[in-house]
């Protein structure tokens, strides 16, 4: 039939990288799940969202910015730099702007990484990194987390040795979607122990919530000390509630990389509402203090109840919690999304007794734990 001869036809068309990824696992949004249980109120602890939602001054900005919506946005996104460089304080040029944190390690992947090259992840991890190395043809080392689901840095050590052309080291601080962090010690251990021309790659997708906790390795003075080329990455996505806007940064060693990015680049990947909003939140420090003052008193809630049901909860400096349910993870799941909770759970081998928890408000929270106790306890 002509379907399946075109289908045929597509398949001998694609790279042989790309037919054999998984696509990103986006899940439901909250509205898709809303509108399929009318009658149920809806939470969302699935995507690692902030709880506020957007701060005021945020949603001031963004009036402006539809305001001038006919007009194209700044492909250089200077006044947003310029505001990160004061806060930073970094240099201008050596900060980049993506269409969430994500578009820049696409971007990297694209500049950076062709068939063949090694790249090292952590195992459990944000799936976007091995699935952008592997669409570029690497071979991916995948580098488990310990037994007690801590970065093992004698097991990385390990692995970096085996891997003299390793060309990235790409790893999220704090883990997602473990939650938990390398100290200073650790990270400095396993960049000095990287080959001098490896491409270092942090992603620190949930740094804002880490950043008070003293053991949290301050990568832009351990990268700084050392001699690799590097990307350190953040986003306006989690801590700064702007998830839906879609825009992250990234800081490098040097601004030849940024060059290099702006090859591979849609010219204009970050909008005007995204570019002013950010910009926004960034003058607001209010709002990120309140939403790190909720994510960690809350966090230290959910962790004490859930060790009363008796659960492993691995660390976490994020603003999730990674929880062993002692079952299967999309069963639990499941059960939690008919209690009108949204959970991520983990199907990767090793891990599917596994479910990350978006910490929430309180009230969501409670909610959160008083389902899951009764699925747990229910039979
Ligand atoms: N890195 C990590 C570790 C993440 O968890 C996420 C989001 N889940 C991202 C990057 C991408 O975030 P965004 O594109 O929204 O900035």
């Known amino acids: 039939n002509t379907k399946l001869t075109e289908t045929l ?54 009036e402006q910015a539809f305001a001038d919506a006919a007009c194209y ?7 947003l730099r310029e505001v990160l460089a004061e806060q930073l304080p970094f240099e201008l040029e050596r900060i980049v702007v993506g269409n969430g944190s994500e578009d820049i390690l696409s971007m990297l992947c694209k500049a950076f990484i062709k068939p063949g090259d090694q790249v090292m992840v952590a195992k459990p991890t944000f799936s976007l990194h091995p699935i952008y190395a592997n669409m570029m043809g690497a071979e991916v080392i995948a580098v488990p987390m310990s037994a007690d689901m801590h970065y093992d840095v004698e097991d990385w050590l390990r692995h970096i040795r085996q891997a003299p052309e390793l060309k990235v080291l790409m790893l999220a601080n704090p883990s997602n979607p473990v939650g938990c962090t390398l100290d200073h010690q650790g990270l400095t251990a396993c960049i000095a122990a ?153 199907r990767e081998p090793g891990y599917e007794h596994y479910i990350r928890m978006t910490i929430g408000l309180e009230q969501q929270n409670k909610r959160f734990v008083r389902a899951l106790a009764q699925i747990l306890q229910g039979d």
């Not at 696509?23 to 009658?39: E, I, K, N, W």
């Open 194 to 346: 990287c080959p001098l021309d490896t491409l270092i790659v942090i992603d620190e997708a949930y740094f804002e919530f880490a950043q008070q906790d003293e053991t949290f390795a301050d990568s832009l003075a351990i990268l700084g000390a050392q001699s690799h080329p590097w990307i350190v990455l953040r986003t306006f996505s989690k801590a700064y509630g702007l998830a839906g806007l879609r825009v992250g940064y990234g800081l490098v060693s040097d601004s030849s990389i940024i060059d290099y990015l702006d090859r591979v680049r849609t010219p204009y990947n970050v909008n005007r509402a995204a570019q002013s909003a950010a910009i926004a939140v960034l003058k607001d420090p209010g709002y990120l203090q309140k939403t790190c003052a909720l994510v960690s008193e809350q966090a230290l809630w959910v962790r004490a109840e859930l060790k009363s049901l008796g659960l492993f909860v691995a660390p976490s400096q994020a603003n999730f919690l990674f929880i062993d349910c002692g079952r299967d993870a999309c069963q639990v799941a499941g059960q939690l999304l008919e209690a009108g909770i949204m959970v991520k759970p983990w």
């Open 73 to 79: 946005p700044d492909s250089q996104c200077l006044e």
């Open 9 to 62: 036809k597509i398949n001998a068309l694609v790279r042989p990288e790309v037919a054999g990824l998984p696509a990103y696992g986006a899940g439901q949004t909250l509205s898709q799940a809303q509108m399929a249980r009318p009658s149920v109120d809806m939470v969302n602890l699935s995507v690692n969202e902030n709880p506020f939602g957007i701060s005021d001054r945020a949603k001031q900005a963004l």
